[in-house]
């Protein structure tokens, strides 16, 4: 193991070395559409429909709030647009993972969303799913912040 190899793995020591081991062997991979692989690598995962999943299971969300939260969740690295989200949303409904319902039902307002049992279900399965491939980012930038400060 090289030099930086061995302390890419030291410093992630709280992710597992397992996940250390992945950042080193296994760079993202970028993507059509993406201009920042590691945000990309995890959205083509399946980050948006994890976040939509995760704040519609905290409490009844509409569109521009879950935006706004992911927008914020992400400190911006994760911009999500409105041609996005809605459909994202209604594809989540149309599969019963969410479930939607208007602020006003006899007219046209905002439509809050919150999660199924089986959109709970397909919550945990995407969180099982995603989880190495965050701590190999959260451990590559532990790597980085060590090299950095040696």
Same mark, same amino acid.
């Given at each position: 193991?090289?030099?930086?190899?061995?302390?890419?793995?030291?410093?992630?020591?709280?992710?597992?070395?397992?996940?250390?081991?992945?950042?080193?062997?296994?760079?993202?991979?970028?993507?059509?559409?993406?201009?920042?692989?590691? =945000?990309?690598?995890?959205?083509?995962?399946?980050?948006?429909?994890?976040?939509?999943?995760?704040?519609?299971?905290?409490?009844?969300?509409?569109?521009?709030?879950? %935006?706004?939260? %992911?927008?914020?969740? /992400?400190?911006?690295?994760? &911009?999500?647009?409105?041609? &996005?989200?809605?459909?994202? !949303?209604?594809?989540?409904?149309?599969?019963? !993972?969410?479930?939607?319902?208007?602020?006003?039902?006899?007219?046209?307002?905002?439509?809050?969303?919150?999660?199924?049992?089986?959109?709970?279900?397909?919550?945990?399965?995407?969180?099982?799913?995603?989880?190495?491939? !965050?701590?190999?980012?959260?451990?590559? =930038?532990?790597? %980085?912040?060590?090299?950095? /400060?040696?």
């Amino acid at each position: 193991m090289s030099g930086r190899a061995r302390r890419a793995a030291d410093a992630a020591g709280q992710t597992g070395l397992e996940a250390a081991k992945e950042a080193v062997d296994s760079p993202p991979i970028k993507g059509a559409g993406s201009s920042d692989p590691l =945000i990309g690598d995890l959205r083509r995962a399946g980050l948006l429909p994890l976040l939509v999943l995760h704040f519609a299971a905290r409490e009844p969300a509409y569109g521009n709030q879950l %935006i706004e939260r %992911i927008a914020a969740l /992400t400190g911006g690295a994760l &911009t999500v647009n409105p041609n &996005t989200m809605y459909p994202l !949303l209604r594809s989540l409904e149309s599969q019963g !993972l969410l479930e939607g319902e208007w602020e006003h039902p006899e007219r046209r307002s905002r439509r809050f969303y919150r999660t199924t049992r089986p959109g709970a279900q397909e919550l945990e399965r995407l969180q099982g799913e995603l989880g190495p491939r !965050l701590d190999r980012i959260a451990a590559s =930038i532990d790597s %980085i912040r060590a090299e950095l /400060t040696s």
